[in-house]
């Protein structure tokens, strides 16, 4: 018989939601089980490579504060946050940050282990299977989080779910990721001048990424330059075949770009591949339709939400699906917008919520609230939503909203000028 796994929380996906949900699961006083493909946590963080933290001030606020706030002290902590760039952090240290929080909160940690399938019963989940290296497995949890970043638990329980553009189903293209050493960083030309090199290379023939320019961050080392530069377009995140294409292109089109620094950029002659991402980083999947859904119109206007469990400042940023070209519109000066409760409950299953990447939004509103650090505060209220529907026995449905909102305050969520 296979080997089962019982918890009050079940967290699947060990990404930055996924971490923020199962320890604030834990410290409201949950038995948590996080259940995570890699040997590690953090997913887009460290597996992805993404970096740096895309904004979290809404002009002089912070206004994502709690245990994303915690990770950024516990990373400066260790020398590995904010140098060279003010958000960039060390992934290594991310991950020993993540493994250290679990472990200080209580979280079991399934690591090397992926999602099956999902058995319900008269609309809750009630199992889970599991597939590592000790074989089938079953998990049973009273609550359930999707903290995938492609609401794989969702779809496997066959909650309703959408993918990419409304009107066509493209989703943004995937990234590799990668990072160069030997960079002498005093001789890098500004971007103006770093664009035109790399149009012109482009029109000799020599770059093939379909992106118009370069996109380039320092790190918390010298001498060490990160790369958000590689365009994989027509792939869908969701299928094998897809993902294997994406990483063997993402590689060859980083290679490439390594020959034209080389050649053509000051500063980069002596340049080499320290690192690229481990998977290539996924910009958007699958979303669930949730009570409600997240609209540009919600975050341009800088809307404000009654049942308000996050806040979000960063503009839409849409790259082009089918090559060249990036969409960015940006909230007024100074502005945020809400992301109500309501977006991180699925229509159609009662024990499910949902953290991070695939809650409830339009492809417009996705690309807004995709990025790591809204992710982290939105697994925060998922976790400890979780653990309040378990100690009061109620499903995430119906939960009172203002109990939440009081234990996210109490626990460092900033979640703006309310008195609900």
Not at 43 to 72: K, R
Not at 244 to 257: L, M, N, P, T, V
Not at 351 to 364: D, F, K, Q
Request: hydrophobic share 35%; glycine share 10%; charged share 25%.
């Amino acid at each position: 018989m296979p080997n089962t796994h019982e918890s009050e929380i079940l967290v699947a996906g060990g990404g930055p939601a996924g971490l923020s949900a199962a320890v604030a699961s834990a410290r409201n006083g949950a038995d948590t089980l996080l259940v995570e493909r890699y040997g590690f946590l953090g997913g887009m963080a460290t597996a992805g490579l993404v970096n740096p933290y895309m904004t979290y001030w809404a002009g002089e606020e912070q206004i994502i504060h709690g245990i994303h706030q915690e990770i950024i002290d516990r990373l400066s902590a260790l020398g590995a946050y904010g140098k060279g760039c003010r958000t960039a952090f060390d992934p290594e240290a991310w991950k020993f940050v993540a493994d250290r929080m679990c472990e200080e909160a209580g979280v079991r940690v399934l690591f090397h282990t992926f999602l099956m399938d999902a058995t319900l019963e008269d609309s809750h989940i009630i199992s889970v299977g599991l597939c590592g290296k000790s074989g089938k497995e079953t998990a049973t949890a009273r609550i359930y989080i999707d903290a995938t970043g492609d609401a794989d638990l969702a779809f496997l329980a066959g909650a309703q779910t959408c993918k990419g553009r409304e009107e066509d189903g493209l989703t943004q293209p995937m990234t590799l990721n990668f990072r160069v050493c030997n960079v002498d960083t005093e001789r890098i030309p500004s971007a103006e001048e770093r664009n035109r090199i790399f149009q012109k290379a482009k029109a000799e023939g020599r770059l093939t990424c379909p992106r118009e320019n370069i996109l380039m961050f320092p790190t918390t080392r010298n001498g060490e330059v990160h790369f958000n530069q590689t365009r994989i377009t027509r792939v869908d995140g969701t299928s094998s075949e897809d993902l294997s294409r994406a990483e063997i292109e993402g590689r060859r089109q980083a290679w490439e770009f390594l020959e034209f620094l080389r050649r053509d950029v000051p500063g980069f002659e002596e340049a080499e591949i320290l690192v690229s991402g481990p998977q290539v980083g996924v910009r958007e999947t699958r979303r669930v339709v949730g009570e409600y859904v997240l609209t540009r119109e919600d975050i341009l206007g800088a809307r404000k939400f009654d049942d308000c469990i996050a806040r979000g400042s960063y503009s839409i940023d849409i790259h082009n699906p089918t090559g060249e070209g990036t969409i960015i519109e940006r909230l007024k000066p100074g502005e945020s917008y809400d992301i109500p409760y309501r977006c991180l409950v699925p229509l159609g299953i009662e024990n499910l919520l949902v953290a991070g990447r695939p809650i409830s939004a339009t492809h417009e509103a996705h690309s807004s609230v995709r990025i790591m650090p809204i992710c982290i505060a939105t697994g925060q209220a998922a976790g400890t939503a979780a653990a309040l529907c378990s100690k009061i026995n109620v499903q995430p449905r119906r939960l009172d909203v203002r109990l939440l909102q009081s234990v996210l305050r109490e626990q460092g969520a900033n979640l703006g000028n309310r008195t609900s």
